[in-house]
């Protein structure tokens, strides 16, 4: 099972930014591909982004285009989630996942094919 951790949440204004981290401390990333996924409340967990931190690939959903940047800085071995221009329509708990046999497009479309840990509170409200 690959445990990773997420933090970087909080209360935010609409328009505001945060920056998610997603880490691992007992493995590298390196070889996987990594997945930001969200559950708002009252509905189903979704993926958001996707990257392949070997190629750098990334997959993003239509709902977060232009608003969200994820990039890897493998020397940290850490996933980030940079999230911009905050709707409350972006509430929820974020998750992050590994998955070492996908692609960034596939993965973001399986969000109920992973186990998570805690999460992430990010709270858009003014």
């Known amino acids: 099972q690959v445990k990773l951790v997420e933090s970087g949440g909080g209360l935010v204004q609409p328009g505001g930014s945060l920056r998610l981290s997603c880490t691992a401390s007992?493995?590298?990333?390196?070889?996987?591909?990594i997945g930001w996924f969200r559950q708002a409340p009252g509905k189903e967990r979704e993926g958001v982004s996707c990257?392949?931190?070997?190629?750098?690939?990334?997959y993003y959903a239509d709902s977060v285009k232009g608003r969200f940047a994820i990039s890897r800085d493998r020397a940290k071995n850490t996933i980030y989630l940079q999230i911009n221009s905050l709707k409350p329509e972006d509430t929820g708990v974020y998750y992050c996942?590994?998955?070492?046999?996908?692609?960034?497009?596939?993965?973001?479309?399986?969000?109920?094919?992973?186990?998570y840990g805690q999460g992430t509170q990010v709270t858009v409200s003014s």
């Open positions: 007992e493995f590298s990333l390196d070889y996987y591909y």
């Open positions: 990257i392949g931190v070997g190629d750098g690939i990334t």
């Open positions: 996942a590994a998955d070492g046999l996908t692609n960034v497009q596939a993965m973001c479309h399986a969000a109920g094919r992973y186990d």
